[in-house]
């Protein structure tokens, strides 16, 4: 059954979109908290019966989050524009590739999706004996002592910021126009699983607000207790990628929807694009390719009887 789309919002309230658009959105964002929070829960410290770690470490659960952005930029990218991430949407916005009015629609639904694959993945591990989510941290953040390497606050600060800055100009740089958008997803996954390579020592890598909310209200009032930094720090590297895009000429004035999701959101909110021209036009050569026109002049008139 098709899915009803929002129509006629109150003026001045944010249009949140299309349902179909948020669901792709929860979908992904949920799909990356469960596998990536996931991997670390279950499967980083696996032991065999003779006692040999057969688990898959610190790589592993950097190539986890990686794949899981990679495969959800793929399979419902086409639909939200794949951001699965407050930082990214606020990074998009700041540069001018994603409206404003969107921002709070995407960043709720990401903080919903992230805390129901922290309840699932909960339940799941729950069921394993002796399982203490406090005590193992259950893939949460944190400097200090409760970082895995006892990073202090400023180095899990200045991580977050730089690492999740560069995640979102990566993001812009390669869904820019000049960039082949087939291997986008793979980029991205890539730069995620890097930014994690590094930033698991220093606090087990947030780069995601949505990711750090998800599974911090599982482990106690330590992990909550730390929570602002992960909240505040990659939404700030994100707006200071979307800052550079800007300064750089990258920048947009329209939304970061792919045009199908667009233009239903169009439809929604009862606008439709814009016409054409009523007056034919011609391009105007410049290396045999241009996207500038300019009207034909006007046809003379005929002979008056």
């Known amino acids: 059954m098709a899915l009803t789309r929002i129509a006629n919002l109150p003026t001045g309230l944010p249009r949140l979109g299309e349902p179909r658009v948020l669901l792709a959105e929860a979908l992904g964002t949920f799909w990356l908290v469960f596998i990536g929070c996931g991997s670390a829960v279950i499967a980083s410290n696996v032991r065999a019966g003779d006692g040999a770690q057969v ?3 610190l790589l592993g659960v950097a190539l ?6 990679t495969t ?6 086409g639909v939200s524009g794949g951001h699965f991430n407050p930082a990214v949407t606020v990074g998009l916005a700041v540069a001018g590739r994603f409206e404003w009015r969107r921002v709070p629609g995407y960043i709720v639904t990401q903080l919903v999706a992230a805390t129901a694959a922290g309840i699932v993945l909960f339940a799941v591990s729950a069921d394993r004996p002796g399982f203490d989510a406090t005590a193992s941290g259950f893939a949460t953040n944190g400097f200090g002592d409760r970082s895995p390497d006892h990073y202090s606050l400023l180095a899990a600060l200045v991580a977050e910021i730089v690492l999740t800055a560069v995640f979102v100009g990566v993001i812009a740089a390669v869904t820019g126009g000049a960039a082949p958008q087939a291997v986008a997803p793979l980029a ?14 220093i606090d087990n890598a947030s780069i995601n607000p949505a ?3 998800g599974v911090a209200w599982f482990a106690g009032s330590g992990a909550l207790s730390q929570l602002w930094l992960f909240l505040i720090a990659p939404t700030v590297g994100g707006a200071v990628a979307g800052l550079v895009v800007r300064s750089l000429g990258q920048g947009g004035n329209d939304g970061d929807l792919p045009e199908s999701a667009d233009s239903a959101t169009r439809a929604d909110s009862g606008t439709r ?6 007056h034919d036009t011609v391009p105007l050569p410049m290396d045999g390719v241009s996207d500038e ?3 034909l002049p006007p046809a003379s008139p005929g002979p008056r009887d």
């Open 188 to 201: 991205i996954g890539l730069t995620l699983t890097l930014t994690n390579l590094v930033a698991i020592p």
């Open 72 to 77: 959800m930029a793929y399979a419902v990218g």
């Open 273 to 278: 694009p814009a016409t054409a021209p009523a």
């Open 55 to 57: 688990g898959i470490g």
């Open 64 to 69: 986890a989050f990686g794949l899981a952005v």
């Open 211 to 213: 990711r750090s909310l």
């Open 293 to 295: 026109t300019t009207p």
